[in-house]
Nanobody, 125 residues
Framework: VQLQASGGGLVQAGGSLRLSCAAS????????VGWFRQAPGKEREFVAA????????VYADSAKGRFMIPRDNARNTVYLQMNSLKPEDTAVYYC???????????????????WGQGTLVTVSS
């Protein structure tokens, strides 16, 4: 499966953005999809993941209450809806997918085999 992440951009603090992760090659309604981010000079970190439609969803503490990860299986797309953005959310955001992820590994980047190319989100203060 090939993943295409998009939707990044420049937004003011307090604003919202919706990132998209579109899959091609396979129908990934039964894939777990995760969002990760990497800020300049920092290691990649987990943001949110959904195991599959209607399944388990987990969020990093930094994302709880502000981010959501809805799916549109008809479009083979998973979104990251980000609200109340903060300057510390500035990073390159990556989506990842894998059909074998279990609940216990949803937050673990190296468990995902398929990755998108990343999209830059910049939040100004």
């Amino acid at each position: 499966v090939q993943l295409q992440a998009s939707g990044g951009g420049l937004v003011q603090a307090g604003g919202s953005l919706r990132l998209s992760c579109a899959a091609s090659g396979r129908t990934f309604s039964r894939y777990a999809v995760g969002w990760f981010r990497q800020a300049p000079g920092k290691e990649r970190e987990f943001v949110a993941a959904n195991r599959w439609s209607g399944g388990t969803t987990v969020y990093a503490d930094s994302a709880k209450g502000r981010f959501m990860i809805p799916r549109d299986n008809a479009r083979n797309t998973v979104y990251l809806q980000m609200n109340s953005l903060k300057p510390e959310d500035t990073a390159v955001y990556y989506c990842a997918a894998d059909p074998r992820i279990i609940v216990g590994t949803m937050r673990v980047g190296h468990e995902y085999d398929y990755w998108g190319q990343g999209t830059l989100v910049t939040v100004s203060s």
